[in-house]
């Protein structure tokens, strides 16, 4: 029994690596086809691929390398779960790289050697959880504080306030989750609560991240561009203002964000629905309370629903 079962496991994990081999080449075929369309593409619409991230980043990312001629990636990614759906997995199987990922997903490190072929680049593992007060210090312990190609960011939680302390500039790229439930017009985020939880802090889940027009008004500050969202409309991208000339595309007017916050997909829960719309849970959110950026305090969510 014992050796069937190592038999089983090692079959397994061939077959997962060839199903990502298989992946890997038809991403690839895609990306023959964005260089040659380079200077054509206007919108990132236009550049959406997955194969190893949550929805069409892949695409976008590759896209963004590629404006910017950057050969050798040098990346962190906070929140990757065990590392076989995120951001920058693709750019670790195909691109010369350096990379941190940082998550406290359980045993993480050895999730990561069972999918990755870790001697094809440098990868540096921090299983724990991220906040305020700790990023800073892990990346310089790490030393990714600075000259960095791509930073995604996606926690669920208190990423509004980890994109705060972190400093003005230190990578041409960013990735930033946001939670497109909060509309386009507010400036709010979950509260910042040291290893927040979405569905511990309210059981529908729908409190998570920061509302796009606050990741944006933080990005201007700290000199960065928005340049659009994934097909989902949860992740958005930034790029560095002094490297925005790199890229072709018409740059999306930030005074009206609604096409960015079309909720497109359904991740709350109720008592009796695994998947469940805003509506679905509208009744049960009356006391639920975000942490209002311009007014600097909680407030009741329902209060302030009514400009979304």
């Known amino acids: 029994m014992i050796i069937k079962k190592i038999f089983r496991k090692i079959l397994d994990r061939l077959f997962l690596r060839k199903f990502d081999d298989i992946k890997i080449q038809k991403g690839q075929i895609f990306e023959k086809h964005l260089i040659t369309d380079l200077k054509n593409i206007k ?13 069409t980043e892949d695409g976008i990312i590759q896209y963004l390398l590629k404006s910017l001629n950057i050969q050798t990636v040098k990346f962190v990614e906070i929140g990757t779960q065990d590392y076989s759906e995120s951001n920058t997995r693709y750019i670790y199987e195909t691109m010369r790289c350096e990379g941190l990922i940082i998550d406290p997903y359980p045993e993480l490190e050895k999730k990561v050697n069972k999918i990755l072929r870790v001697w094809k680049n440098k990868l540096k593992i921090h299983n724990d959880y991220i906040n305020p007060e700790n990023i800073n210090e892990i990346l310089i312990q790490n030393s990714f504080n600075s000259d960095l190609d791509l930073f995604s960011i996606d926690i669920d939680g208190v990423d509004y306030w980890v994109l705060e302390k972190i ?3 230190i990578s041409k790229i960013f990735i930033i989750e946001y939670n497109p439930y909060f509309g386009s017009k507010l ?82 829960r109720t008592k009796d629905k695994k998947y469940a719309s805003f509506l679905d849970i509208k009744n049960d959110i009356k006391n639920l309370e975000v942490f209002d950026l311009i007014k600097n305090k909680m407030v009741k969510f329902d209060e302030i629903s009514k400009d979304i």
């Open 167 to 169: 400093n003005p500039k």
């Open 187 to 268: 400036e709010i985020s979950a509260p910042n609560i040291k290893k927040f939880d979405r569905f511990k802090y309210h059981s529908s889940g729908i409190c998570w991240g920061a509302s796009l027009k606050a990741i944006i008004n933080l990005m201007k500050k700290k000199g960065y561009t928005f340049l659009g969202s994934n097909r989902l409309n949860c992740n958005s991208f930034f790029i560095l203002n002094e490297l925005l000339d790199k890229v072709k595309l018409n740059i999306p007017m930030t005074d009206n964000l609604s096409e960015f916050t079309e909720v497109k997909f359904n991740v709350l």
């Open 43 to 55: 919108n990132l619409n236009q550049t959406y691929f997955k194969v190893f991230s949550q929805d």
